[in-house]
């Protein structure tokens, strides 16, 4: 019954900055680990981030430097906090949440909708 809502997806310049939220809407966060994941017109869906129940974190190499997942159990919500942005980063960003599997992350317990994040100038 865990549904997940994202927002904070903008139309951005090159080298600009966005944070992305994730919230629960119903259900809880605590007990799960979480993933972004982004998608772009043609191309597969690919995780770029994820958080463990510890705050253990992990990054996909293109993103590597320049975004930073985080989560706010009290707030019942994760984020994405992305700077230095690239036309390559357009595309549409999905939060989900899920668990470790030998240190590496599924997307198991449900997904949001989605959020646009368009970087051009």
């Known amino acids: 019954q865990l549904q997940l809502v994202e927002s904070g997806g903008d139309s951005v310049q090159p080298g600009g900055s966005l944070r992305l939220s994730c919230v629960a809407s119903?259900?809880?966060?605590?007990?799960?680990?979480v993933g972004w994941h982004r998608q772009a017109p043609g191309t597969q869906r690919d995780l770029i981030a994820a958080i463990a129940i510890d705050g253990n974190t992990n990054y996909a190499d293109s993103v590597q430097g320049r975004f930073t997942i985080s989560r706010d159990n009290s707030a019942n919500a994760a984020y994405l906090q992305m700077n230095s942005l690239k036309p390559d980063d357009t595309a549409r960003y999905y939060c989900?949440?899920?668990?470790?599997?030998?240190?590496?992350?599924?997307?198991?317990?449900?997904w949001g909708q989605g959020t646009r994040v368009t970087v051009s100038s």
């Open positions: 119903a259900g809880t966060l605590d007990t799960y680990a």
């Open positions: 989900s949440a899920g668990n470790y599997y030998k240190g590496v992350y599924y997307s198991t317990a449900g």
